[in-house]
């Protein structure tokens, strides 16, 4: 098994957890807040949608899938075109509102784009430096296991809530 090989398995679990939060939901299982503090489930299944699109776009020096497919227009989400929902208020939170099928079409596009990128590595490339702001410098391999670390937690989240929501009914 190879570096690229146990990347793809990562990314392809988050995957599973996204559709298992989220199909089947409606509007108002998707918009659910257990406060109003709490991130929804759209919420959360679009970050983690992001992030992974802006992180992987920038290593992989691509267009992000968001811009690139016409994802921005397809939600006609109140947020500037490249958010990526960190540091978002209550507020923000709460304009993030999408159907089941528009939050996995995206999320699966940026995963596909994702396994594109991380089934041509080889070791070498995973020591590459891709963000000299940070002390050490971030490797790639650092910004990969990243992006698969905060999606799991964002997917988790998402399907944390749904069980909540599969509870009280």
């Known amino acids: 098994m190879t ?3 146990v990347l793809t398995d990562a990314y392809e679990r ?3 957890v996204v559709h298992e939060a989220v199909d089947g939901l409606g509007a108002d299982d998707l918009a659910y807040r257990i406060d109003k503090s709490a991130n929804s489930i759209a919420w959360l299944v679009w970050h983690l949608t992001r992030v992974q699109d802006d992180h992987i776009a920038d290593v ?3 267009e992000q899938v968001w ?3 016409g994802w921005y227009e397809r939600f006609g989400l109140p947020v500037a075109r490249l958010a990526i929902g960190y540091g978002d208020s209550s507020d923000n939170v709460a304009a993030i509102l999408a159907p089941a099928e528009l939050l996995t079409g995206y999320y699966d ?3 596909e784009q994702t396994l594109r990128f991380v089934r041509g590595l080889t070791d070498d490339d995973l020591g590459r430096i891709v963000d000299t702001r940070w002390n050490p410098p971030v490797t790639l391999s650092v910004r990969l296991v990243s992006v698969i670390s905060d999606d799991l937690q ?3 989240q998402a399907a944390y809530v749904r069980g909540i929501i599969e509870r009280a009914k």
């Open 3 to 5: 570096s690229a090989d």
């Open 14 to 16: 988050i995957k599973e």
């Open 60 to 62: 992989a020096a691509v």
């Open 67 to 69: 811009t690139a497919q």
């Open 109 to 111: 596009a940026v995963h």
């Open 154 to 156: 964002h997917a988790g």
